[in-house]
């Protein structure tokens, strides 16, 4: 399809495992967004790619969050010794701009999620 | 600290009614947009406004941009059950940047 995909959609793991979760944004978007999404919350923003540009990684929550985008399509976010509170629905966006006559923003399309679930 | 601040949190309602969901905040945005959210997805984007003032319509959805840029509300007229869902508004400070969201309204429209 054309949309943003994300793998997996489900993933339960340890306490103290690593995981790593894909995002393949829509082709042609530069941008690419990470997004961590729990219960009852709104999206908290995790990581921004744009480009060839060193990525805004002001998000993340400590170091055992990182992200890399490679070639600049695919995306890893990896969570390093997993906690029960990273328990979350991992949300992937990529956007286009829009130069309009009012001024540019960027339009976001989110893909599916990963839910992740650590016991 | 959140940024957007939505009201109502949750709103249940019957087919054929009226409402209007708010989004506030303190900061201005450049643009604010409105996504739906069905469980299980991703949000899926409704609307952009960028223009301070500015009123869009998507059928029975009327959006409006604060004149201050500063606020947004979504209006739905004669609401159906298909409109159930969780709706986030989300700002974004500067162009090329990623977006603040709120943390959403979940409205149920029940037949």
């Known amino acids: 399809g054309a949309g943003v995909s994300q793998s997996p959609s489900n993933k339960v793991t340890e306490k103290g495992k690593d995981v790593e979760l894909r995002c393949d944004p829509i082709s042609g978007h530069t941008a690419l967004y990470w997004y961590r999404q729990s219960l009852g919350q709104g999206l908290e923003f995790l990581i921004y790619?744009?480009?060839?540009?060193?990525?805004?990684k002001s998000g993340l929550p400590s170091d055992r969050f990182s992200a890399e985008r490679t070639g600049g399509s695919v995306s890893t976010l990896t969570i390093q010794r997993t906690q029960q509170e990273d328990s979350a629905v991992y949300l992937c966006a990529s956007s286009l701009r829009i130069r309009g006559s009012r001024g540019s923003y960027n339009e976001q399309f989110f893909g599916p999620g990963t839910r992740l679930t650590v016991l | 600290t959140q940024l957007l601040e939505q009201s109502p949190q949750f709103l249940s309602i019957q087919e054929g009614e009226n409402l209007t969901v708010y989004c506030n905040s303190s900061?201005?945005?450049?643009?604010l947009q409105w996504y739906r959210q069905e469980p299980g997805e991703g949000p899926v984007l409704l609307v952009t406004?960028?223009?301070?003032?500015e009123v869009k319509k998507l059928k029975r959805l009327t959006f409006q941009f604060g004149d201050a840029r500063k606020d947004s509300s979504l209006h739905i007229t004669a609401a159906q059950p298909g409109d159930t869902g969780l709706y986030l508004c989300a700002g974004a400070v500067a162009s090329g940047y990623a977006l603040n969201f709120g943390k959403g309204t979940s409205l149920l429209v029940t037949p």
């Open positions: 406004v960028v223009t301070g003032g």
């Open positions: 790619f744009q480009g060839n540009s060193a990525p805004d």
């Open positions: 900061s201005v945005f450049s643009s």
